[in-house]
Nanobody, 124 residues
Framework: QVQLVESGGGLVQAGGSLRLSCAAS????????MGWFRQAPGKEREIVAA????????HYADSVKGRFTISRDNAKNTVYLQMNSLKPEDTAVYYC?????????????????WGQGTQVTVSS
C-alpha cells in the first residue's frame, strides 16, 4: 500500500505561483508512475501531469503545458507540481496518484493509489 498526502494548495491571484507536494509513505515511489489530477466543481476529474518511474519522461495536459512542471525526489519519496502563471480556470482540487505497470497518458491508464486532495483557488 502507498499512502499519499498532498499539501501546498491555497489561494493565489491570477499570474501567481504555487508548488504542490505529494508525500508518500508505505512504499517507495521510485518504482511508480506518478500523476497529478484536478477536479473543478461540476466538472470531471482530469489528468494534469504525469512522470514515469523508469524513464523520468513527463507528460502534460495541453491546458497546462509551459506553465506547470512535475518532478520527483525519490530520496524524499515526494512528487511536486510547480504551477506558474496560474489562471482562474486552474481552480480545482488537486490530487496526487501513483500507479504501476505499462503507462499511458490517457484515461485508459488506471492509477492504483490516490491522495485526499488539496484545494487550489486562483482569484482574478
Amino acid at each position: 500500500q502507498v499512502q499519499l498526502v498532498e499539501s501546498g494548495g491555497g489561494l493565489v491571484q491570477a499570474g501567481g505561483s504555487l508548488r504542490l507536494s505529494c508525500a508518500a509513505s508505505g512504499r517507495t515511489i521510485s518504482s511508480y508512475h506518478m500523476g497529478w489530477f484536478r477536479q473543478a466543481p461540476g466538472k470531471e476529474r482530469e489528468i494534469v501531469a504525469a512522470i514515469r518511474w523508469d524513464s523520468g519522461i513527463t507528460h502534460y495536459a495541453d491546458s497546462v503545458k509551459g506553465r506547470f512542471t512535475i518532478s520527483r525526489d525519490n530520496a524524499k519519496n515526494t512528487v511536486y507540481l510547480q504551477m506558474n502563471s496560474l489562471k482562474p480556470e486552474d481552480t480545482a482540487v488537486y490530487y496526487c496518484a501513483a500507479g504501476s505497470g505499462s503507462f499511458s497518458f490517457s484515461s485508459s491508464y488506471e492509477f492504483s493509489y490516490w491522495g485526499q486532495g488539496t484545494q487550489v483557488t486562483v482569484s482574478s
